[in-house]
């Protein structure tokens, strides 16, 4: 098989994990997944996507909490970088600029993540 076939592969098994809405499932357990769903959203937009990317990326904006991140820092990291990278390829989504700048706020706010390499713990002294 081709790398092109294996990406064609890939995504099409993306796509049969996507609730109605666009959020994606967990894998083992059939839940959405808030941050797979944050992680789906630069594959869709790199793989030409672009209503996927714009659908997950709508379905995750309605989940953020009342802080306008999301359930833990981390998801919220991975979702910053998503609607960033929607906001650079010039993907359209309506109030982006309001989610990444409340996304902001919520991480300012937020004591130094720990390193989530193995090990688990920050590495800085």
């Known amino acids: 098989m081709s790398a092109h076939e294996t990406l064609g592969v890939?995504?099409?098994e993306l796509l049969r994990r996507r609730t109605a809405d666009g959020m994606l499932l967990d894998?083992?357990?059939g839940e959405e997944d808030?941050?797979?769903?944050?992680?789906?959203?630069?594959?869709f937009a790199e793989r030409g996507r672009t209503?996927?990317?714009?659908?997950?990326?709508?379905?995750?904006?309605?989940?953020?909490?009342?802080?306008?991140?999301?359930?833990?820092?981390?998801?919220?990291?991975?979702?910053?970088?998503?609607?960033?990278?929607?906001?650079?390829?010039?993907?359209?989504?309506?109030?982006?600029?309001?989610?990444?700048?409340?996304a902001v706020e919520v991480l300012r706010g937020t004591v130094p993540l720990p390193s989530r390499e193995?090990?688990?713990?920050?590495?800085?002294p």
Request: aromatic content about 6%; proline content about 4%.
């Open 27 to 29: 894998r083992r357990n």
């Open 118 to 124: 193995r090990g688990g713990g920050d590495r800085h």
């Open 10 to 12: 890939d995504v099409a």
């Open 51 to 102: 209503e996927e990317a714009v659908r997950a990326a709508e379905a995750l904006a309605r989940r953020r909490d009342h802080t306008g991140g999301w359930d833990d820092p981390w998801t919220t990291v991975i979702a910053l970088e998503a609607f960033i990278g929607l906001k650079l390829r010039g993907v359209p989504f309506e109030d982006i600029d309001g989610v990444i700048d409340r």
């Open 34 to 43: 808030l941050l797979a769903t944050a992680m789906v959203i630069p594959t």
